[in-house]
């Protein structure tokens, strides 16, 4: 905006005011002299005091926390004092921001910072440094320090109820294990809500290595299966799985992908479920209604809560344990803010009308979302390690809200304390070009046995697991065979046998494979495509087989159907109308379907 259009701007802020909210802001600063009493005077010294060396005198007297509103605004909101974010980072706000103003009972020190902050307009909230003042101010203050996370140190000795969760190494062994279900066909979610089954999870927890064990669900239903559920949840939004009648598959390119490095392999998963909009994860927090009906309308973009999520995470010190507190406040302090809702009041616990979070602060929604962010998904895909502890609030922070003093927690994802953002994370947030996985070059020695077994010597890494369960079936932890099935299912798709054939020559110090491997192996190759599909047909049963005959051998029946054997007959179902018209004129009547 033009400096003439700014100085403009100032004066019709100011004269937006009257003079009993005038005539306080001069009189705070003694050094500007007496006040005058009209308001037209009153604007113009206003303004002539900020022009010169007023401005300086005045931020000079300000105190050290009033500093901080006018540097804070000034860089980081485009003037606009943003209290949400202030109370995050200093704790507690200036007097300005919270008394009630009186002309004749509030002391006049405390309307210094009534020199820089006014209302933007006459039916606008908020207070703001104008632009004309920011201009000005920006030659005087100095940019406050970048906002930084620092690491700390966990308790010493840690606490019973403490456990710390590593994750890298465990992501991908679990994630071995849930291709190799995708692989048989056990994830099924719902077709309407693409949602797991609770006996999905609690098969699937079985397998895995729950966050929580043996802790009472009452309060946080759901506690025991947030693995399970993150990881349904994470290959569903990838893009080489798909559903298909409610079951989740692999598409050609995911059973290609299964020869991939597994640590590549969890990175492009992450990336497909930032931008993926089929679920939103606020949904989780069960125990906040009005998520649905009209409350939908006001939600936010999903995939913007997670980039910033995924931004702060990039901040965060590599290999350094960085407290929950710590991590959510950084968040606003560092410009990582989002929102859930625009419209916050349509959320609401237990009763609509009493129960509304109109006055809910970070922790209860934002802060909600994003424990099941960082413990559902990031933890579970194995980007970060987590100290974790039962889901109960000793001190909790919704007891302002109607019937909050009768829950344990808001969540299941209460009992995050400290997050550390590990070496597979930096590389699946592009921090690192590379993962050092050890498991993705060792080979272990094997034979390739008659009968298509093969034998390890000592059991194979993950890496390793990762592509023989695409080619063989499991026997114990050093054999496996061969399995024509699998095979013919991964040719099918686009895939290839020269993956297998490359694992095993690096392995096997035998020259040439067993003969009857061999002729597996190049059977399964030649007789992968052995049936094409043709198109569908429709399949008609005549009364006899003498009627199928003559329908098949008649002069105007006889181009239009072929012989299926026995009493059947096939058709093209777009030629059925001229089919039936000729049965009609041999004779003959087709039932209706």
């Not at 002539?48 to 009033?66: D, H, I, K, N």
């Not at 920006?138 to 996370?149: G, N, T």
């Not at 299966?225 to 799985?241: D, E, N, T």
């Not at 034979?447 to 034998?455: A, M, P, V």
Request: glycine share 6%.
């Amino acid at each position: 905006m033009p400096a003439n259009n700014n100085d403009q701007a100032f004066l019709d802020i100011l004269n937006l005011l009257t003079v009993d909210q005038l005539k306080p802001r001069f009189k705070s600063c003694l050094a500007a002299g007496t006040a005058p009493t009209r308001k037209a005077d009153l604007v113009s010294a206003i303004k002539a005091w900020l022009s010169g060396g007023g401005l300086a005198l005045v931020w000079q007297s300000l105190s050290p926390l009033e500093q901080q509103a006018v540097r804070t605004s000034l860089y980081r909101s485009d003037g606009w004092f943003d209290e949400r974010r202030f109370t995050a980072e200093f704790g507690v706000l200036p007097a300005w921001f919270t008394e009630c103003y009186h002309y004749y009972h509030t002391p006049a020190e405390q309307y210094k910072l009534g020199w820089f902050f006014y209302p933007p307009g006459r039916y606008q909230d908020g207070q703001r440094i104008p632009d004309w003042l920011q201009d000005r101010l920006k030659l005087l203050v100095s940019a406050p320090d970048i906002a930084e996370l620092s690491p700390v140190e966990l308790p010493t000795p840690l606490p019973e109820h403490m456990v710390i969760v590593e994750r890298d190494k465990a992501a991908t062994r679990e994630l071995r294990l849930m291709l190799a279900l995708l692989q048989e066909g056990e994830l099924k979610v719902s077709d309407k809500t693409a949602l797991p089954s609770k006996a999905l999870l609690q098969k699937v927890s079985t397998r895995l290595e729950e966050y929580y064990s043996g802790v009472s669900d009452e309060d946080a239903p759901g506690v025991g299966h947030i693995k399970a559920f993150g990881w349904v949840m994470l290959l569903q939004a990838s893009r080489w799985v798909q559903r298909k009648s409610g079951r989740l598959i692999l598409t050609s390119e995911g059973l290609r992908q299964l020869s991939a490095p597994l640590h590549q392999t969890l990175r492009t998963v992450w990336q497909d479920w930032l931008d993926n909009v089929s679920q939103d994860e606020f949904a989780r927090i069960e125990i906040v209604k009005g998520q649905t009906g009209k409350g939908a309308q006001y939600l936010t973009s999903v995939p913007d809560r997670r980039y910033a999520i995924e931004a702060a995470l990039t901040e965060s010190p590599a290999g350094g344990w960085v407290s929950y507190p710590d991590f959510s406040r950084f968040m606003l302090t560092a410009g990582h803010e989002f929102e859930v809702t625009e419209d916050v009041s349509a959320l609401y616990m237990f009763d609509r009308h009493y129960g509304t979070l109109h006055n809910a602060n970070w922790e209860m929604v934002q802060g909600r979302y994003l424990r099941c962010v960082l413990l559902e998904y990031a933890a579970t895909l194995g980007l970060i390690d987590v100290v974790l502890a039962p889901p109960l609030q000793p001190e909790p922070d919704y007891d302002n809200i109607w019937c909050g003093e009768d829950v344990e927690c808001l969540s299941r994802y209460d009992g995050l304390l400290y997050i550390r953002l590990n070496a597979l994370g930096a590389y699946c947030l592009g921090l690192t070009k590379s993962y050092e996985d050890s498991s993705v070059s060792q080979q272990t020695p094997l034979t390739l046995y008659k009968n298509g077994r093969l034998g390890f010597s000592q059991p194979p890494s993950e890496a390793e697991l990762l592509l023989i369960e695409g080619y063989a079936d499991g026997l114990d932890y050093h054999n496996w065979r061969l399995s024509q099935e699998k095979m013919l299912t991964l040719l099918e798709n686009g895939g290839s046998l020269a993956p297998l054939r490359d694992f095993i020559a690096k392995r096997d110090s035998q020259p040439f494979l067993p003969q009857d491997a061999e002729r597996l192996l190049t059977n399964c190759e030649s007789n992968a495509g052995a049936v094409t599909p043709a198109g569908t047909v429709l399949l008609l049963h005549c009364r006899d087989e003498q009627t199928a005959a003559a329908i098949g051998a008649h002069p105007l029946t006889a181009s239009l159907c072929q012989s299926a054997g026995d009493n059947r007959l096939l058709i093209e179902p777009s030629r059925e109308p001229d089919f039936r018209q000729a049965l009609h004129q041999a004779g003959y009547g087709l039932a209706v379907r």
